[in-house]
């Protein structure tokens, strides 16, 4: 039996890796791999276009898939080859998410059931949704739900459109199956038609014919390096770091002023004609010939750019996430039958959780160059794991499965978080110059966030001290006493971390802005996070607060700090807001509430409070009323 | 023990205002949003009563307009807190070596307390905006004003008589210092609306300088705290000599160089006036070399903003050559020189120049309370693991 209990968690541990990193069934013979890795320049940094790929779905659809018409699963890489090289057959698949499609009023648009849509499913309503969204408020923040829901719907749309343009112009499938031929007519009749250009302009006599074909092109092209996306064109060797990539419309144009035409482009062109005829072995040569292109021309960046799609592709934080609701679960039932087995498991698959977890974080900085905190959906990621860092000590220490069950609580939730945050696009963004420095990203930040970590983690431990406690039966005195000092020893840990993080950053702020302290609403909300660990500490030190008071403060710990991390930046004001979405208002008020239902729990009377431990704590009291009511004095 | 040594020794009291503080701040941040930092700041903060009302822009506002929330100010919860500490210290710590953390981080905390309170009173920023291949020996506060008498008769450098606007009440005599003449302010606005009228004003209170020549009048607005906008500072002034009243002037930080000046003449002298942001002089000019305005490939984003400057002293032993960028201020001369802000198209470049003599203050506070926060929770862990150990 003993046995058995292992060998159920480590099947599911393994069902959880397996899911993740099942290889793709590939049957087509394409060399995706090697295609998702060519570079394309997106917000200052070379990466993948595995990435851009990612990135975009997550805008359009806020998952990692597409389902194509009959059924099959799309990697996001598969659809963006379609979406650029078989348009055709992109638009069919349901890639817009559309919340409440009923609401929008277009007839015959929402389905029953089905929130997500086509490029061909929406295209009949283009004219009325442009309408809707030529009167909406110009202000983001002054839209309502529904207002948003079409803002989304023109933002998704456009990005599809610019998106798609990337690599190629696009037209029918005729124009797409000759690309190399018009890019030969195009290069080739730069010069004469520059010629007959000249010409017109003296008045001499000119090829009428040839200057209208070499026009076309100009107009065509230039439209496209207005709508085009990506910028996939490298310049060409020897490449500065800080130099800009071009898109497809600006290269071609660049042959006008008589640059040559980058091999990228014909590369492309060969790889989307391959594609449309099913050529696997051309497509794979060329896209082997573009990596090896790259390779040459960058060479420091291309073990980076092949990390982030094997990152991308592994998910950790994904697998990370799973465990924790395991170990969640596994804490959950060892209380109730088989401790000791359940309780080691639950130990071992939170350890393994953490390696996962700091494996993830240290790809981001390795990916990013950067410390593991750069902004809010990194934050998160990064509460979640100090968070689970200290339950993993904790665990360590008593053996009683409360320290994994809160910190895999507080992973997943982070992590939960983490992904929603993760839905505005690209996580690993450029630093804002004021911010660019790694020497404060990895003290202040890193400090700061952990210190949000415990405080979350305390706050955790003090919520599960009033549920067991009111709830359940056999909660004992020991465990009470156990709980309140984990809970102690946490927000040392908190208070310590936010103080000095604080410091440092007043230190920071002194340095690049010429005050310790402004009264800025994040110097504030860490403040108000310090303060709120030296009430703990002063109302424990000197008795003010006894059990019950000392978790409902730890709770209210939990408000604090939420309101430092997301509340302040609502806000909108000072030099910190580094930007963020108003649902997270929603979120914030939400938590609130549930937090403040905590502290009610915890504050419940003793008789209300069904443990042992509640029960005993009654006894006395009761006994001490009693006693002070026949004290004859 | 003395009931009220007692009171204002006790950890109760402690708890009591680190919960006002917390409410304090949690309010002054909120308030931010309408009225901006430094508005809110000298509200909440440097202050020692705030009243906490409830949001116009708020949901329900005309049911719940009602709402206020009294609340100690920065300043007395502050000095409460020093009182409560001092107190604290005096009747019941003992120093031991088990307590010297808790001595470190509360000397840390006091240190740093005075040092805020200096800084809310002592400190100065101002602004000084050089263009490229250009120089600059001043700069500009922005949210104080003065009233100058430029006496430029000297061909070498000028005189300058400065009186500060916050001197400037309605119908107060004031001398201009080292000359014969004397103010008298008729009116004065701390925001106002200055331009040009179309028809010419009949009751034109002022009847010299620009106001007549260019039909230029002011009316009153609402002063403004928000963080990039200025207040147009107005005034109207009666200059008199020693034989009596010369003419009206109006006078406004926004009638600056771009316009004419304006003379006030008296027998065989005369002088400039005008209304202008304050400024400070200093011993040297800072010359902007060249001034660098970087971002991310393919991005507006900024990567780098940097200022190559050359400091030209009076006494030339002292110049220096410096790089200003983000996080790397100068200091030069009890001054320091920040990287904040830039114009005209990355021509000019904006330094922000903070003088404050406690600087160092919050550093050795900070040393002193990481210190023993080390020492304090270091002890504990050590009893924890020690306490394990034999389990």
């Not at chain 1, 069934?25 to 940094?45: A, H, K, M, T």
């Amino acid at each position: 039996m003993k046995n058995l209990i292992y060998i159920i968690v480590l099947a599911l541990v393994l069902m959880v890796f397996g899911r993740q990193l099942k290889p793709s069934s590939n049957e087509s013979g394409f060399n995706i791999d090697s295609f998702s890795e060519l570079p394309v320049q997106v917000g200052g940094r070379i990466k993948p276009l595995d990435s851009v790929a990612r990135n975009t779905l997550l805008i359009l659809s806020a998952r990692q898939k597409v389902e194509s018409p009959d059924g099959e699963w799309l990697q996001p890489i598969e659809w963006f080859m379609d979406l650029t090289m078989r348009p055709e057959l992109a638009d069919t698949y349901r890639v817009f998410k559309i919340e409440f499609p009923d609401d929008l009023g277009l007839p015959g648009l929402a389905e029953q059931g089905q929130r997500y849509y086509s490029f061909n499913d929406l295209k009949p309503h283009f004219k009325t949704l442009l309408e809707l969204y030529s009167k909406l408020d110009p202000e983001p923040k002054k839209r309502s739900a529904y207002d948003a829901q079409i803002a989304d719907i023109n933002d998704g749309l456009m990005l599809y459109h610019r998106v798609m343009h990337s690599l190629h112009p696009i037209g029918g499938p005729e124009r797409l199956d000759s690309l190399a031929d018009e890019y030969r007519s195009y290069t080739s009749s730069v010069g004469p038609g520059m010629d007959a250009l000249r010409k017109q302009q003296a008045g001499d006599d000119y090829d009428a014919d040839l200057l209208r074909r070499f026009v076309t092109f100009g107009d065509d092209y230039l439209k496209l390096s207005r709508t085009a996306h990506l910028r996939v064109i490298p310049p060409p060797p020897p490449v500065e770091p800080l130099e800009d990539w071009e898109n497809i419309g600006e290269e071609l144009l660049g042959v006008m002023q008589g640059e040559a035409l980058s091999p990228y482009v014909m590369g492309y062109a060969g790889l989307t004609m391959a594609y449309r005829r099913g050529e696997t072995e051309m497509f794979n040569q060329t896209a082997q010939d573009l990596r090896q292109r790259f390779i040459a021309d960058f060479p420091d960046d291309i073990d980076r750019v092949h990390y982030e799609r094997v990152f991308n592709s592994m998910q950790p934080f994904s697998v990370a996430m799973q465990l924790y609701v395991i170990i969640f679960l596994a804490v959950c039932i060892s209380w109730l039958r088989w401790p000791k087995e359940l309780g080691n498991a639950a130990f071992w698959v939170l350890v393994l959780a953490f390696i996962i977890h700091t494996l993830g974080l240290a790809s981001r900085m390795y990916i990013q160059g950067r410390p593991p905190v750069t902004n809010l959906y990194s934050s998160a990621v990064f509460v979640g794991w100090g968070a689970v860092l200290l339950g993993v000590f904790l665990e360590r220490f008593t053996r009683n499965g409360i320290g994994a069950a809160m910190a895999s609580l507080v992973g997943f939730c982070t992590l939960i978080v983490a992904h929603h945050l993760a839905m505005s696009g690209d996580t690993l963004e450029m630093m804002r110059a004021v911010l660019d420095s790694n020497f404060w990203l990895a003290t202040h930040v890193v400090v700061i966030t952990f210190g949000y970590s415990a405080m979350f983690l305390a706050g955790a431990l003090a919520i599960f001290y009033g549920v067991l406690g009111v709830f359940g039966n056999r909660f004992d005195n020991k465990s009470a006493r156990t709980l309140s000092g984990m809970v102690y020893g946490i927000i040392c840990f908190g208070t310590l971390f936010s103080l000095v993080g604080t410091i440092l950053g007043g230190i920071w702020a002194d340095q690049s802005w010429g005050r310790f302290w402004g009264w800025d609403p994040k110097e504030n909300g860490a403040l108000m996070i310090v303060i709120m660990g030296a009430i703990y500490l002063h109302a424990r030190w000197g008795g003010i607060c006894k059990d019950r008071g000392l978790m409902a403060l730890a709770i209210a710990g939990n408000v604090i700090t939420a309101w430092s991390w997301f509340g302040t930046n609502l806000l909108g004001v000072g030099l910190h807001s580094y930007g963020f979405t108003d649902s997270g208002f929603y979120w914030l008020i939400a938590f609130l509430i549930s937090q403040l239902v905590f502290i009610g729990l915890v504050l419940l009377p003793w008789r209300f409070w069904r443990s042992e431990y509640g029960r005993e704590k009654d006894q006395k009291a009761r006994k001490r009323i009693l006693i002070a009511g026949a004290d004859p004095t | 023990m003395n009931p009220v040594f007692k009171f204002f020794a006790s950890l109760r009291l402690t708890v009591v205002l680190l919960a006002f503080s917390m409410m304090l701040i949690f309010f002054g941040t909120l308030d931010q949003v309408h009225y901006g930092i430094w508005h809110t700041q000298k509200l909440y903060f440097e202050s020692f009563l705030v009243v906490w009302a409830y949001p116009e822009q708020w949901l329900h506002y005309n049911k719940l307009f009602w709402l206020h929330l009294p609340m100690p100010g920065g300043y007395l919860l502050g000095a409460m807190l020093f009182v409560n500490l001092l107190a604290a210290h005096i009747t019941r710590f003992k120093f031991t070596f088990k307590k010297s953390g808790i001595f470190l981080i509360h000397f840390g905390l006091i240190l740093l307390l005075v040092s805020e309170l200096m800084t809310d009173l002592v400190s100065k920023e101002s602004q000084m905006p050089v263009d490229e291949g250009g120089r600059s020996n001043y700069s500009q506060a922005f949210r104080s004003n003065e009233l100058v008498f430029i006496d430029r008769s000297h061909p070498e450098h000028d005189t300058i008589h400065s009186i500060p606007t916050k001197l400037l009440k309605i119908g107060k005599q004031i001398d201009v210092p080292d000359t014969s003449l004397s103010i008298r302010t008729v009116r004065f606005f701390p925001n106002s609306n200055v331009g040009r009228a179309q028809a010419p004003v009949a009751d034109n209170i002022a009847d010299q300088g620009v106001a007549i020549k260019m039909n230029v009048v002011a009316t009153p607005t609402e002063v403004t705290y928000a963080e990039n906008e200025m207040n147009t500072e107005t005034a109207y002034v009666e200059i008199s000599g020693a034989d009596g009243v010369i003419g009206t002037w109006l006078v406004s930080n926004v009638i600056d160089e771009r316009f004419p000046p304006q003379m006030v003449s008296l027998g065989e002298q005369s002088w400039e006036v005008a209304l202008r942001f304050t400024r400070n002089y200093y011993p040297f000019e800072i010359e902007l070399i060249d001034f660098k305005h970087e971002k991310y490939p393919g991005t507006e984003v900024p990567f780098n903003f940097s200022s190559e400057v050359m400091v030209h002293h009076e006494d030339s032993a002292k110049d220096q050559k410096a790089l200003i960028y983000m996080n790397h201020p100068l200091r030069y001369e009890g001054l320091t020189f920040y990287q904040a802000s830039f114009a005209n198209q990355d021509k000019t470049s904006i330094f922000q120049v903070v003088r404050n003599p406690g600087w160092i203050l919050p550093y050795i506070s900070v040393l002193l309370m990481g210190l023993g926060m080390c020492v304090q929770f270091g002890m504990h862990f050590i009893k924890f693991l020690s306490k394990r150990r034999p389990a």
